[in-house]
């Protein structure tokens, strides 16, 4: 089976500009997950979906990152504006219903804000 | 709150060796856990999961861990690195409320001489 699929894989911006991240996750997939990877850090859960409604946002600073799912299919997560501790790699990732516990991550996108 | 610890930021161990890498979680009630892998430029792999029952678990690629509730540890071992193991490991723990939420711990990377 085809695996997550994100893009882009990087992108470079100047601060106070805006980014967005596309997540194509395995078919079938209820569950996604967006993640962000600090360099030297482990993820960190920003938002969390199952099918197009949201299950944890509880960690995306809202005043600048948004997320949608809206078909409960793909999703895209956006930044604005950015600012320089933001740079990091978005993980996306997803899950069966019938195994939530196992998510698949995609390759990521490495962001970095000059 | 769930955190995770993982003591050791980087390993360096010879081929044929064995490996074990430390993991040590706070949570309250009895944990989900996890490892995963993570190689350059690739997302992460799950390589073994613990829910209940047998403490010591075994996973992918030869890899196996053991849960200790005394320690509050779920280290990770294998008893032969080869040259292809060489990656980024991460420990994780799922909330038992929403145990595909997982906390991550901040990793431990891992170098193989030849």
């Known amino acids: 089976e085809a695996g997550v699929a994100q893009s882009p894989r990087y992108k470079i911006i100047e601060k106070r500009q805006s980014v967005a991240f596309w997540c194509n996750p395995i078919?079938?997939?209820?569950?996604l997950y967006w993640y962000q990877q600090i360099l030297g850090q482990g993820p960190k859960l920003l938002i969390q979906f199952q099918n197009n409604g949201v299950v944890d946002d509880s960690q995306l600073p809202k005043d600048r990152f948004s997320a949608e799912r809206l078909k409960g299919v793909d999703s895209t997560l956006k930044i604005q504006p950015a600012k320089l501790e933001d740079s990091a790699v978005y993980l996306c990732?997803?899950?069966?219903?019938?195994?939530?516990?196992?998510?698949?991550f995609g390759p990521g996108t490495r962001l970095t804000v000059t | 709150a769930q955190s995770v610890t993982q003591p050791d930021i980087h390993i360096t161990v010879s081929e044929g060796a064995s490996l074990e890498l430390r993991c040590n979680y706070s949570?309250?009630?009895?944990?989900?856990l996890f490892w995963y892998v993570q190689s350059p430029g690739q997302g992460l792999q799950l390589l073994l999961k613990?829910?209940?029952?047998?403490?010591l678990v075994q996973g992918i690629k030869g890899f196996e861990a053991e849960f200790k509730r005394s320690q509050s540890s779920f280290n990770l071992r294998k008893p032969s690195v080869h040259w292809s193991d060489a990656a980024e490991y991460f420990c994780a723990v799922g909330a038992s409320n929403n145990f595909n939420k997982f906390y991550f711990g901040s990793g431990t990377k891992l170098n193989v001489k030849p």
């Open positions: 990732a997803s899950s069966s219903s019938r195994n939530q516990a196992k998510q698949y």
């Open positions: 949570y309250g009630a009895t944990p989900y």
């Open positions: 613990y829910f209940s029952g047998d403490t």
């Open positions: 078919s079938g997939h209820a569950t």
